[in-house]
């Protein structure tokens, strides 16, 4: 986790932007059902430094959880509008452009699919059993991310590892955003 410190050292000595993009694989500690939590949370890395802060509070307000670097930057946002369409939930960034819309595509017994359509015409889809955290998120049939409890052993506790070159804060309020609707 190093290099996220050094990044963030990065960007305040310099004020430019820090990428959320993993340079290697990297695993994230969350919790089951965040969002029913309602409170502030810490997204850790599984050496247990933070990485990341959900702002919980803001869903009982204003509809609306934010995803937050260390510095406390705004990074995405998931909002849930009035008339919102079922089984569906947009992620803008910081400063509230869309870049992502949720789908709900297929539900079995078995197995869930999502789909994840992002703002430059990419898809995502996540697939497997989203209510017991085991499931991948693939994108042109390569995995980007993959959710599983087998990591952490810690009860109400799952891992997300974030493959090479992704954007880990995407990946990540993807996931919460899939752990919302699907306990919906």
């Given at each position: 986790?190093?290099?996220?410190?050094?990044?963030?050292?990065?960007?305040?000595s310099?004020?430019?932007?820090v990428?959320?993009?993993?340079?290697?694989?990297?695993r994230y500690?969350?919790?089951?059902k965040?969002?029913?939590?309602?409170?502030?949370y810490w997204?850790?890395?599984?050496?247990?430094?933070?990485?990341?802060?959900?702002?919980?509070?803001?869903?009982?307000?204003r509809?609306?959880?934010?995803?937050?670097?260390v510095?406390?930057?705004?990074?995405?946002?998931?909002?849930?509008?009035?008339?919102?369409?079922?089984?569906?939930?947009?992620?803008?960034d910081?400063?509230g452009?869309?870049?992502?819309t949720?789908?709900?595509?297929?539900?079995t017994p078995?197995?869930?699919?999502?789909?994840v359509?992002l703002e430059?015409g990419?898809e995502?889809e996540?697939?497997?059993n989203?209510?017991?955290?085991?499931?991948?998120?693939?994108?042109?049939g390569?995995?980007?991310?993959?959710?599983s409890k087998?990591?952490f052993?810690?009860?109400d506790?799952?891992?997300?590892?974030?493959s090479?070159?992704?954007d880990a804060?995407?990946?990540?309020t993807?996931?919460v955003?899939?752990?919302?609707?699907?306990h919906?």
């Amino acid at each position: 986790m190093g290099r996220l410190r050094d990044r963030l050292k990065d960007r305040e000595s310099t004020g430019g932007p820090v990428s959320h993009k993993a340079e290697s694989k990297q695993r994230y500690k969350m919790h089951e059902k965040l969002v029913s939590i309602g409170d502030d949370y810490w997204i850790e890395n599984e050496a247990g430094e933070r990485a990341f802060y959900v702002d919980g509070k803001a869903l009982r307000i204003r509809d609306t959880l934010i995803i937050k670097d260390v510095q406390g930057h705004d990074l995405y946002k998931l909002k849930e509008k009035l008339l919102r369409i079922k089984d569906t939930l947009n992620i803008e960034d910081g400063q509230g452009r869309t870049v992502a819309t949720i789908k709900k595509a297929l539900v079995t017994p078995l197995r869930d699919r999502w789909k994840v359509d992002l703002e430059d015409g990419s898809e995502m889809e996540a697939h497997g059993n989203i209510l017991d955290h085991e499931y991948k998120v693939e994108s042109g049939g390569e995995k980007v991310a993959e959710v599983s409890k087998k990591w952490f052993r810690i009860r109400d506790t799952y891992g997300v590892e974030v493959s090479p070159g992704q954007d880990a804060a995407l990946i990540l309020t993807i996931t919460v955003a899939l752990d919302q609707m699907a306990h919906d």
